[in-house]
């Protein structure tokens, strides 16, 4: 590990923590040429499978475009950071035990609005409108009527 500092590449370890959740350890590091601490983390390199866009491309998954889409959904929104953290965790963990080697974005997107809805109707709407690329207001209307219409138990709401 590179010191951030100086660049020096012998540190030492001076301590070692689980984060909550178990799948990630954090290191305080010490550079050995400096004595300047710092902190990395380390995470597990799961194989997830390779993603089918709509043009047939593929290309590797990435959690981070998850995450960004999910954020700017649940924008000015009460929702906390840790619910959508949760929510991309949840989704990444069902692609891996999946054993699947390719998945379609459709698939992704679709599951990504599963698990939006119940935690808010709002961001869902969002998301949808992004994703299923809305052409003009009508379609905002259906997709809102559908959630006015549908039983809240369907929806995952209590």
């Given amino acids: 590990m590179r ?23 954090r290191r305080r590091r010490e550079c050995l040429s400096c004595q300047r601490r710092f902190t990395t983390y380390e995470r597990i390199e799961e194989e997830l499978p390779l993603v ?25 929104r009460p929702v906390s950071y840790a619910t959508i953290e949760h929510l991309v965790d949840t989704l990444e963990m069902e692609f891996q035990a999946s054993a699947e080697k390719e998945i379609s974005s459709i698939r992704i997107g679709e599951r990504v609005m599963a698990k939006l809805l119940p935690v808010d109707d709002v961001a869902y709407v969002r998301f949808a409108s992004v994703y299923r690329q809305f052409k003009d207001v009508s379609q905002f209307v259906e997709e809102i009527k559908t959630l006015i219409t549908e039983p809240a138990d369907r929806r995952g709401k209590p």
């Fill in 52 to 76: 089918v866009k709509r043009d047939g491309r593929r290309e590797p998954f990435d959690r981070q475009k998850i995450l960004t889409g999910i954020l700017k959904a649940c924008e000015k």
């Fill in 3 to 25: 010191c951030p500092r100086c660049g020096h590449d012998d540190n030492k370890v001076v301590d070692s923590r689980a984060g909550k959740d178990g799948d990630v350890i």
